[in-house]
């Protein structure tokens, strides 16, 4: 791993006054995709399922245990999990919210029971089953699979009418990002994206396409509306074959985030503060967030990709947006003031922030100097890219089973499977380096073996021949002569 090339690395504490600013860019950041999955929840199950408020909370809430469980050694965020829309809808259809919480709870603790297993049987099976061929593209994939919501929100998907208000403001948002990024000096250079908010806000707010009535009809202070078991609503496992399996498919994108972070801050985040720690705190969040009535935690990939363009991997950045996020989970007004903030400004900055993670996922294979003269990585690569962004999805459904398998999480085990089942040029010639290296290592230890016995022999003579000659031709005293 590269030398971390960061401006405040992960043990440096900004500032202040830096530091509430910096913040403030990871909230912003992580906000829009947050607040999306109870709406689309609750679209999908026609119901309340989910509240943006206990959303904030409990991502904020997730995120402050994820880095005590990582020692504050990884500056992870976790926000809403758009991986199980459709289970917890589907689950709370099936055995109301009851059966959504009892889910969600229970992959957390998937994720604890995984994390426990890697503890004791380490987890250097990783670099065989999932190597930077595969690591790459998935990636990749993560990036671009989010590129059509930053279209979307742009106003340019097809069929959308057009609407010149909506692409200006994209625009404005777009430019200033990327001239804040590239241009900027001192502090300006690290907060490119909250620049290009408050830029496209600004333009949107004079093209009169802010509606400030939601702010006007919000509390200043609200406790969010919490679900918690055994005082609203009893356990229910009958809904768990809904959601549960979604968590093994989920642990690869968890992999593919800390592997593009390793790569991006110069750190091994697999191997310290571990895997076993990610996932611990992964699956501890999640187990909170059902606990409280939210929605599955998961890393965001847009709170990475501040990190990798702001040069800034600070986890004390990361842990004071967490507490911004639980503060606001109860601020009325202000939830309502940044839910005010049209599509077309996050989805400018939103270009450059999924472009990142693609752009990245191409790096790890430059840097790990993959062969595409090689048929067997252009076949795993090449196929985890078409399954991955072609929208290939594999349901299952038999009696109350029901499993989805699309998008990153599909694309990833297909990679996973075709690399252990292909055999490469490259892979027989490193079995045979292995092969020579172990006949030469059991070749020496016999050796080894065979000279001590030797020479705890007490039959064998440790004197050379050269010696030997000698006694043998040195002549015998001749006795006194009479």
Known sequence: MNESKMTYDIE?????????????????????ATILVPILVNAAA??????????????????????????FKSPVYLGSSFAFIVPIAAAYMKAGIAGAMTGIMAVGLLYVVVAIIIKFVGKEWLNKLLPPVVIGPMIMVIGLGLAPNAISQIGLAEGSAFDWKVLVVAVVSFLVTAFVMTKAKGFLKIIPFLIGIISGYVVACCLGMVDFQPVMDAKFFQIPKFVIPFKDYSLEFTALVTILPVALVTLCEHIGDHTSLSHIIGRDLIRDPGLDRTLMGDGIATFVAGLLGGPANTTYGENTSVVGMTKVASVKVIGLAAIFAIIIGFLGKFTALVSTIPDAVLGGVSLLLYGFIAVNGLKVLIKNQINFEENKNVVVASSMLVIGLGGAAISILYKDLSLTISGMSLAALVGILLNLVITSEEDKKKKMLVDVDLYQKLKNEIKSDVLKELKEDKKVSTKTPMIEKKQSTKKKPEGKKK
């Open 12 to 32: 440096d504490m900004p500032p202040l006054g830096k530091s509430i600013i910096l913040a403030f860019q990871h909230l912003f950041a992580m906000f829009g």
């Open 46 to 71: 026609e119901s309340e399922v989910l509240t943006i408020p206990v959303a904030l909370v409990t991502s904020g809430i997730g995120t402050l245990i994820y880095l005590i469980c990582t020692k």
